[in-house]
């Protein structure tokens, strides 16, 4: 009799769990799986608000299986499609000369499409901390971190011009021991007529590498050791404007900077030294064009052409605000810095994109 007992409450047990009627104890999580179709983002500096090329975004579920990689395009962009179904889904992100960084996939991030939207933001990692490319000599390693790519720098050709140069792609070339040159955008450059960004200014590279190169070619040279101010561009405020889902630049969108004359004696960084549009706009009719401590002077217009971008040239050092007016069907979603510090009038190059969402 025991027995079958026995067996009728195994066999009970057996067709109510066939039923999907089970105890708790054995009913899978609520929400740590669930079906992903697309998975977009873009991944920016914490610190600049630019974005990041060559960012390993990989996707692993909960028992650390490797589910897809994905790298960012030189927007910082990344998509991937028919994802499918996910299981406690973690994202981690490695990239060189920032730290790696890892979060959980939120199933409630999904819209009504089965999409999510991530912008993560990575932290660089901090001189200091950085290790060294052993299959680099110290003298390449160290030149080539001046040349960051959608940076610029200036070529000397003579005291009344150098040439500014948009950094596409960047190699130091070692010609000979401890002598090199540098390829930018494929072609060579003499590292005696290289000026990079430096504090504010344009330094020689030559003279900040003097002590590892064999000879002292800034010194017979006779360049001077920083860029004269006469011989830069002007400041160049500029971005582009996607769209968030396809990646795509959209062309038409209105873009406004604002321009504030800042009270010098004040700390550039003060959060009260920032106005927004609303602001702007409320007092811009003021005769004494003034509010507090801020000046503001007429505001410029921009829009984007059919790659989607924008630019602005600055003269003057000041704080400045970006804004944009999306077309029609489209609404903002802004990547990137929107106040913009300017200390120098000449030679800042500041990028600052939108992404705009139907």
Same mark, same amino acid.
């Given at each position: 009799m025991f027995?079958? *007992?026995t067996?009728?409450?195994?066999s009970?047990?057996f067709?109510?769990?066939q039923s999907g009627?089970? #105890?708790?104890s054995?009913f899978p999580?609520?929400?740590?799986e669930f079906?992903?179709?697309t998975? $977009?983002g873009?991944?920016?500096?914490?610190?600049?608000?630019? +974005? *990041?090329?060559?960012?390993y975004?990989?996707?692993?579920?909960?028992?650390?299986?490797?589910?897809?990689?994905? %790298?960012?395009?030189?927007n910082?962009?990344?998509?991937?499609n028919? %994802?499918?179904?996910?299981?406690?889904?973690k %994202?981690?992100? =490695?990239a060189?000369?920032y730290?790696?960084? =890892?979060?959980s996939l939120? +199933?409630?991030?999904?819209?009504?499409? #089965?999409?999510?939207?991530?912008?993560?933001e990575?932290?660089?990692? +901090?001189d200091?901390?950085?290790?060294?490319?052993?299959?680099k000599s $110290?003298?390449?390693?160290?030149?080539?971190t001046?040349?960051i790519? @959608?940076? *610029?720098?200036?070529n000397?050709i003579?005291q009344?011009y150098?040439?500014r140069?948009?950094?596409?792609s960047?190699?130091a070339i070692?010609?000979? +021991?401890?002598?090199?040159?540098m390829?930018?955008?494929?072609?060579?450059?003499?590292? $005696?007529?290289?000026?990079?960004?430096?504090d504010?200014?344009y330094?020689n590279l030559?003279?900040?590498?003097?002590?590892?190169?064999d000879?002292?070619?800034?010194?017979?040279?006779?360049?001077?050791?920083?860029?004269?101010e =006469?011989?830069l561009?002007p400041?160049?405020?500029?971005g582009t404007?996607?769209?968030s889902?396809t990646?795509g630049p959209i062309?038409?969108?209105?873009i406004i900077?604002?321009?504030?004359?800042?009270?010098h004696?004040?700390?550039?960084?003060?959060?009260?030294?920032?106005?927004?549009m609303? /602001?702007?706009?409320? /007092?811009?009719?003021?005769v004494?064009?003034s !509010?507090?401590?801020?000046k !503001?002077?007429?505001?410029? /217009?921009r829009v984007?052409?059919?790659? @989607?971008?924008?630019?602005?040239?600055?003269?003057n050092? @000041?704080t400045?605000?970006?804004? %944009? /007016?999306p077309?029609?069907?489209?609404?903002?979603?802004?990547i990137?810095?929107?106040n913009?510090?300017v200390? !120098?009038?000449r030679?800042?190059w500041?990028?600052s994109?939108f !992404?705009?969402?139907p």
């Open positions: 027995r079958f *007992i067996f009728v409450l195994l009970s047990s067709l109510i769990g009627i089970i #105890s708790a054995k999580e609520e929400g740590i079906k992903l179709n998975l $977009t873009l991944v920016t500096d914490s610190i600049t608000g630019q +974005p *990041i090329e060559d960012v975004v990989n996707i692993y579920t909960g028992n650390k299986i490797l589910k897809h990689t994905l %790298i960012s395009d030189e910082g962009y990344f998509s991937k028919n %994802i499918g179904y996910l299981w406690k889904p %994202i981690h992100m =490695s060189d000369l730290k790696e960084k =890892s979060f939120d +199933p409630s991030l999904l819209d009504s499409s #089965s999409n999510i939207r991530i912008n993560p990575i932290v660089p990692i +901090p200091n901390e950085r290790v060294q490319n052993l299959e $110290t003298l390449k390693a160290r030149a080539e001046f040349f790519k @959608g940076n *610029i720098f200036y000397y003579n009344n150098a040439e140069v948009i950094i596409s960047a190699k070692e010609l000979r +021991p401890k002598h090199i040159a390829r930018i955008n494929n072609k060579m450059y003499d590292v $005696t007529k290289c000026y990079v960004p430096q504010g200014k330094e030559s003279y900040i590498l003097h002590s590892l190169l000879e002292p070619v800034f010194k017979n040279s006779k360049y001077p050791i920083y860029l004269s =006469s011989l561009d400041t160049v405020i500029f404007v996607f769209n889902i990646n062309t038409g969108a209105e900077l604002t321009e504030s004359t800042i009270d004696l004040n700390n550039f960084n003060s959060s009260d030294q920032i106005i927004s609303d /602001r702007y706009n409320s /007092r811009k009719k003021n004494k064009q !509010y507090g401590k801020q !503001y002077n007429t505001y410029k /217009r984007s052409d059919q790659s @989607g971008r924008f630019a602005f040239i600055i003269n050092p @000041g400045y605000e970006l804004d %944009i /007016r077309p029609e069907g489209l609404k903002q979603n802004r990137g810095n929107s913009i510090v200390q !120098y009038g030679g800042g500041y990028q994109n !992404y705009l969402e």
